[in-house]
């Protein structure tokens, strides 16, 4: 079995990745990156445009999902249909409890307990490894038991002293963590929401009349 550590992820080691992903958008016109600086907020991130008619799930078939886990390194076997109901609650009880953060709030209690019986599922599958000394996952045997490491990632930041740094896109709304040294980080993507930004701005500025 491929274990995957605690550590990889609380690190900031998955993820870093600019270049979009080779996921099939269906009718949409969009790419899917992984720009959130955290495992846990690309996965929130797996929703484009929430909220509004632009709306897009990337995680909309199981090939899709099973993309998605590669490219962050959840050794996860290839999901299923079935799979991804429940792959999807876990997004949205996690999207529930990280984005009023991102928007200087705190989550509603209700929501917090909803998030803390994840965490409580999750807790029985990691273990310190005798060799490394070093958080391990392990006996998954559910895409919920695999995804512990998505849930553990999510903890670490509600739990921070400091969600400064957790912010949002202003165009499409995407979670990201500012790991910028002076936190001067605005967008999800500056070549792509920061650019059409900067675009509209220009318009503005020299339209006439």
Not at 86 to 94: E, H, K, N, P, V
Not at 117 to 122: C, K, L
Request: hydrophobic letters at 35%; charged letters at 30%.
């Amino acid at each position: 079995m491929t274990i995957l550590t605690c550590q990889d992820a609380l690190d900031g080691k998955i993820g870093e990745q600019m270049d979009a992903l080779p996921l099939d958008p269906g009718d949409y016109s969009g790419s899917y990156k992984l720009l959130g600086g955290r495992l846990a907020l690309d996965f929130v991130n797996t929703v484009s445009w929430p909220d509004t008619k632009r709306e897009h799930d990337w995680l909309s078939s199981a090939a899709n999902a099973t993309a998605w886990c590669a490219a962050v390194g959840l050794a996860m076997s290839p999901l299923s249909e079935n799979d991804l109901d429940a792959f999807r609650a876990l997004r949205r009880d996690i999207r529930d409890t990280l984005r009023p953060f991102a928007h200087d709030q705190k989550p509603p209690k209700r929501v917090v307990e909803v998030f803390n019986s994840r965490v409580r599922s999750a807790s029985h599958l990691r273990e310190i490894d005798p060799e490394t000394l070093a958080w391990v996952w392990t006996s998954q045997s559910t895409v919920i038991d695999w995804s512990a490491p998505i849930v553990f990632d999510a903890a670490e930041i509600v739990t921070l002293e400091d969600h400064a740094r957790l912010k949002h896109c202003p165009s499409c709304d995407w979670l990201f963590e500012d790991q910028t040294r002076n936190g001067s980080r605005r967008w999800c993507d500056m070549s792509d929401c920061g650019s059409r930004a900067k675009s509209r701005d220009y318009y503005r500025r020299t339209k006439v009349g």
